[in-house]
């Protein structure tokens, strides 16, 4: 078993109800085991540090990252999906009709994707007949998979830019969760985007989404049924975001779709979830 898969089974453990969710996020990290990852970061990263500052994720700089031709051959990779058995009919179905998708649309849809694209997306998706939802998902992983490779580099590159906005530096998408980390300044707060995969240091009070600091405008909501996790609502924004408060740092607690029980909780509350790649239906 590897570490994700115990860290899913501990997971399901105390969250039965998570079963389908967890095995289609399985299946999808899984069919891209041998899939292609970056190798190095771009020799002019740098460079491109003032871009980054004015708020353009790296993945949109002058920084080559090589992230088309990498994410777009993880993303025909998904066809493989229509063969597992433990996926709904439905999911399989939508998996097997990437077989009709050129590489050249391969790579405009991750070109697309990444640079919020919308309507390229969705000629794409039409044109395929896989419902827009499920393409991106393909395609936000097939991206991740690939940042996969170079992660550590780029995080330690992060840290050491003092990078601390709320969104991601790699993708610009809103961090889908936070966690805490024990680091030489101690216990430290994280975020995580659901997105890329990437993770960096954040500041430990504040909302990430607007920038609110004003502690009367923000509230804690923990669950006795859900220890491992606490909502930090802002007032503000009206937004929340989830964070794992274990222990573990290899625990599935980080990635959006294993706290999907509490999105639905929080269902006509009028407080929203942000940067979650998995939504409850
Ligand atoms: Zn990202
Ligand atoms: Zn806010």
Not at 90 to 109: C, E, H, P, V
Not at 165 to 174: L, Q
Not at 185 to 205: P, S, V
Not at 206 to 220: A, E, F, V
Request: charge should be negative.
């Amino acid at each position: 078993m590897s570490v994700l898969e115990k860290a899913v089974t501990s997971w399901l453990e105390k969250r039965p109800y998570l079963e389908e969710v967890a095995a289609f996020a399985l299946s999808c990290e899984h069919v891209l085991d041998g899939g292609r990852v970056l190798n190095e970061l771009p020799a002019n990263l740098d460079n491109v540090k003032e871009e980054l500052g004015q708020g353009i994720p790296l993945l949109l700089t002058k920084a080559d990252f090589k992230i088309e031709d990498a994410a777009c051959e993880n993303l025909l990779m998904f066809e493989a999906l229509k063969d597992e058995v433990s996926l709904p009919e439905n999911t399989r179905n939508q998996a097997a009709k990437l077989k009709d998708i050129s590489s050249d649309d391969a790579k405009i849809l991750v070109k697309s994707i990444i640079s919020g694209e919308e309507e390229k997306i969705s000629q794409i998706a039409e044109k395929s007949g896989i419902k827009i939802d499920m393409l991106k998902y393909f395609v936000w992983v097939s991206i991740k998979k690939a940042v996969g490779g170079i992660k550590e580099q780029l995080e330690k590159w992060l840290h050491d830019n003092n990078y601390n906005a709320g969104n991601c530096p790699v993708c610009g998408n809103n961090a889908s969760t936070a966690f805490f980390k024990h680091t030489k300044r101690g216990r430290q707060r994280f975020l995580h985007c659901d997105h890329c995969g990437t993770e960096w240091a954040f500041k430990r009070i504040g909302c990430p989404y607007c920038d609110n600091i004003d502690q009367k405008k923000m509230s804690i909501k923990d669950s006795q049924d859900e220890t491992d996790m606490r909502l930090d609502l802002c007032h503000k924004c009206m937004s929340y975001i989830k964070t794992y408060i274990g222990e573990n740092d290899n625990s599935v607690g980080k990635e959006g779709w294993a706290s999907i029980h509490l999105d639905i909780l929080m269902e006509e509350t009028g407080f929203s979830p942000k940067g979650s790649l998995i939504k409850p239906e």
